[in-house]
């Protein structure tokens, strides 16, 4: 399924968020959530941004310098500010 899909249903309340779960820990794939968000974002979202926000600081709370870690793949500065 198409990112922009799955985006707009989790947005509509179509899907729930334990079903893209995976999904979630890919910074790009947040990033777009927080672009949709952005634009119109209201209290059935609150549950959404409350997941994002604890996987952001999960994603700072890594060791940098642990090799199993890619950082760039995961942690962006600017993602943890949207949220």
């Known amino acids: ?3 922009e899909i799955i985006i707009n249903a989790l947005v509509n309340g179509e899907i729930e968020l334990e079903a893209i779960e995976k999904e979630l820990y890919v910074c790009d794939f947040r990033k777009m959530i927080y672009r949709k968000l952005h ?3 209201s209290k059935q979202h609150i549950n959404i941004i409350r997941k994002l926000m ?4 999960a994603e700072r709370e890594k060791d940098p310098y ?6 760039e793949e995961t942690y962006r500065f600017r993602c943890f500010f949207w949220s």
């Open 1 to 3: 399924m198409d990112k």
């Open 39 to 41: 634009t119109n974002v």
């Open 54 to 57: 604890v996987i952001e600081i």
């Open 66 to 71: 642990d090799d199993e870690i890619v950082i």
